[in-house]
């Protein structure tokens, strides 16, 4: 079954402990990106990557990083968590980037991230 | 920088009424557009897109949108809703030849039995 996963589902961490979030897809798709989902805020990129090693800031990249080393994957990595970072966390991933394109992207089932 | 405003963040109706929510946008070039939905729960799921053609975009569950380039604007309508349509409806816009999807704020749709 074509899909993205993400794991954990549900994460509580502590303030400065480091963490790492995975996302996969097994639909061969070039790009990937991450999106936090606050209560009224909606959803904001943090970053994206437009196939491997290539990665670009999004809308809010401060206090994260992400890597590319292969076409499935997609971690989000916080080296220091902070409070303000506790949301909702999605994985995205399409075909081909979403410009122009006809290549909606496909969500993976979210990870909540709780940071005390 | 490119911005989504979507309005009446929370809608109540009741089943087989009509549901109309706004999206504007601030991009004057070329854009393409999407309505995405996310039912209690889950994840996001395409409801409609669109790229060039047709203005009138018509989705999945009965959903349509209008692209009106002159006010920026494209609306989701379904003419008669279901309490399963209770969901958050988020509005995207990507400036062609961007790669970075603007999401509005969302829409909390609660439809009463």
């Known amino acids: 079954e074509a899909q993205v996963t993400q794991n954990p589902r549900y994460l509580i961490t502590v303030t400065g402990k480091k963490l790492t979030v995975t996302c996969s897809q097994n639909m061969n798709h070039e790009y990937m990106s991450w999106y936090r989902q606050d209560p009224g805020l909606g959803l904001r990129q943090i970053y994206y990557?437009?196939?491997?090693?290539?990665?670009d800031k999004g809308d809010v990249p401060e206090g994260y990083k992400v890597s590319r080393k292969e076409k499935r994957n997609f971690p989000l990595i916080l080296e220091s968590p902070s409070p303000n970072q506790t949301s909702l966390y999605f994985c995205?991933?399409?075909?081909?980037?979403?410009?122009?394109?006809?290549?909606?992207?496909?969500f993976g089932n979210g990870t909540r991230l709780t940071v005390t | 920088a490119q911005s989504v405003s979507q309005h009446n963040h929370h809608v109540i109706l009741s089943e087989a009424a009509s549901l109309e929510l706004g999206c504007n946008y601030s991009?004057?070039?070329?854009?393409?557009l999407f309505w995405y939905v996310q039912y209690p729960g889950q994840h996001l799921q395409l409801l409609l897109k669109?790229?060039?053609?047709?203005?009138l975009v018509k989705g999945i569950k009965g959903f349509e949108a209008e692209f009106i380039k002159s006010k920026f604007s494209f609306n989701l309508r379904k003419p008669s809703v279901q309490w399963s349509d209770t969901a958050e409806y988020f509005c995207?816009?990507?400036?062609?030849?961007?790669?970075?999807?603007?999401f509005g704020k969302g829409n909390q749709v609660v439809v009463i039995p």
């Open positions: 669109y790229f060039s053609g047709d203005p």
């Open positions: 995205a991933s399409s075909l081909r980037p979403p410009a122009g394109g006809n290549s909606p992207l496909h």
């Open positions: 991009y004057g070039g070329t854009v393409n």
């Open positions: 995207a816009v990507i400036l062609y030849g961007n790669n970075r999807l603007a």
């Open positions: 990557s437009m196939n491997v090693e290539v990665t």
